[in-house]
C-alpha cells in the first residue's frame, strides 16, 4: 500500500469509470470531493498502480463504511482500486451527503464532463449487475444502446432461447429419466420461479405456488387446449439443497449450477426472491409480476395478462363496495380503515401474510399497519383489545 497524490490522479474518474476521453480533468473539482485540509492523496495499492501503469484511463475509490480499521484493512486486501483513509471520517460524510447515499454497496459513476445534465449516476451497482462490462464507459448514449438491445431481445425472446445453452437443450422434470425437452413448452405459459431453500420468503410462498399451480392445471386439463408449467430456476447454495428443495415441487427445473440461471436473473433483473416471471404461450414475457398476482387472485390470476389482470381489478372493485369501510382485525390493537391506491394506498406488504398487495387494503391510520381484505379476521372493538 502507498499514498497517491491527487495531482497525480487528475486524468482518472473518481469513484467512478469514465469514457477514456484524453481530456484533461480538473484536478481542482476531484480535490474538493476527495480531500481535506489535512490530505491531499488516496491510499492506493500495487493493484492500482499496475492499472494505471496499464494505461487504463478509469478509477474507482473506495468509501468505507467499516465498523473498524481492521476491517477496513482486511476488505481493501482484496480491492485493486484507491481508498479514502479509513481516519477521514469527514469526507466520508460529505460524500455521503453529496451524493445522498442511503444505503451500500452504492457505486456513484462520474463523467469527465460532469456538468452535463444526467452525468451523474447513482445506479452504478444495478448498471455493473444487469450490463457488467458491457456497461462501459456509462455515458447516456452508451446506456440507451444498451436498452435498445435489450428492448429488441425481449421483442425476439423465445422459450426456447431463454432456457436452453450450447451444451443443453433440456430441463429436469420428476420423472425416472429426469430430463425434458425444452420444446416440450413451446405453446405453453410458463412461470420461471426464481428460488431458493435457504430463503424465508420462499419457503412461505412455494407452499402456496404448488396449491395455485395444481389448481390451474386441474382447471386447464378439464377445459383442454392449454397448458401452463413452471419452470424452478434456483439461487440454492449446494447441489443437495437443490435436490432437496425441488424435490418438492411438482413442476420442472434448469439444473443447478447451469450459466443459464444467472443470465436469465440478469436478463429479467431480478432483483430479490421469491420471483416470478410469467412467459407467454408466443414466448414473450407477459408479466414480472407472477408472485403478487397469484397473492392477489390466486388461480384466477392464470394466464397473468393485462387483460385478465384489468378485469380483476373491476371485479375486486366492485366486491369492494360490499367491504366495511373499517373493521378491527384479530392481530392488530386499532381499527382498521379500507383504503385504495386513491385514497391512501399503494403497493404494501400484508402484515399477516408477509405478502404483497395493491390495490385495496385495510389500514392502520395510527401506526401504517397494513393487511390484505382477504386476510382480515375481524374481531369486535372490545375483543381486539382485552388481553393484550
Sequence with gaps: MREMNLDDNSNNLVQSLTNGDSEKISTSRFSSLLASKDRDYLLSSTEADQLKSNGSNFEIVFVSSDEDLDAFNSYRESLPWLSIPFSDLETKKALNRKFE????????????????????????VELIYRYGIEAFPFTKERLEELQRE????HESQTVTDLLTNPGRDYILGQTITGKVPVDSLIGKT???????QWCFPCAKFTPKLISIYQKIKQTLEEKGGEDFEIVFVSNDRDQSSFDSY???MPWLALPFGDPTVRTLAKYFDVQGIPCLIIIGPDGKTVTKQGRNLMNLYQEN??????????LLEKEMEEAAKNLPRSVYHAAHRHELTLVSEGTGGGPYICCDCDEQGSGWAYQCLECGYEVHPKCVRAVAPAGSIEGR
Excluded: H, R, W
Excluded at 435489450?150 to 431481445?153: D, P, R, V, Y
Design 101 to 124: 447515499v442511503e444505503g451500500i454497496p452504492c457505486l456513484v459513476i462520474l463523467q469527465p464532463e460532469d456538468n452535463k445534465d444526467g452525468a451523474t449516476l447513482y445506479e452504478g
Design 150 to 153: 435489450e428492448k429488441m431481445k
Design 190 to 196: 410458463v412461470g420461471l420461479y426464481f428460488s431458493a
Design 246 to 248: 425441488f424435490g418438492t
Design 301 to 310: 390470476a392464470y394466464p397473468f395478462t393485462d387483460a385478465k389482470v384489468e
